[in-house]
């Protein structure tokens, strides 16, 4: 089946088989291989990306269903000049991960949350559900909660 994805931005038309899933149409045939592939059963978040500013988990999604839709993977957080994305910086100077397997899917959720509420931060229940959304098995949810907090403080003086 022929369909056409937007991915970062970009237009891509391919020749998909309905029944691939998005991760590996992402990984195998866009090479954007930050999107991971842990449990390959939408529990882990490892698979994270955004479909139309919404969190969804590319492992338990058909490529199809993606058709006409605007993808964001973890490829496309940076700036246009490469400058790292608030969260990016903040995952790093936080600690927010040592494996780092598990960093895209957090970034992604992350990045949704904000982008759907700039004072998530002042949210401790809202918090707590985008830490909680993903697996991590190295580092902890404490640097991972400090990390998108200070990203939002970031991203408010930025837009203040």
Request: some cysteine; overall charge negative; glycine content about 10%.
């Amino acid at each position: 089946m022929r369909i056409t994805l937007t991915v970062n931005g970009t237009g891509h038309s391919l020749d998909v088989e309905p029944r691939r899933l998005l991760a590996d149409v992402l990984r195998d045939d866009l090479g954007l291989t930050g999107t991971h592939l842990a449990c390959e059963h939408g529990v882990c978040g490892a698979c994270s990306i955004l479909m139309d500013g919404e969190p969804v988990r590319s492992c338990l999604a058909l490529a199809v269903q993606a058709y006409g839709r605007s993808l964001r993977t973890v490829e496309g957080l940076a700036g246009p000049d490469g400058e790292p994305h608030p969260l990016e910086r903040a995952f790093s100077a936080e600690h927010a991960l040592q494996c780092g397997f598990c960093t895209p899917g957090f970034l992604m959720v992350a990045a949704g949350a904000l982008d759907a509420d700039p004072d998530l931060a002042d949210h401790p229940e809202a918090m707590d559900h985008v830490v909680g959304s993903n697996i991590c098995r190295c580092t902890g949810y404490g640097p991972i909660r400090r990390a998108v907090e200070r990203a939002a403080r970031e991203q408010r003086r930025a837009t203040a």
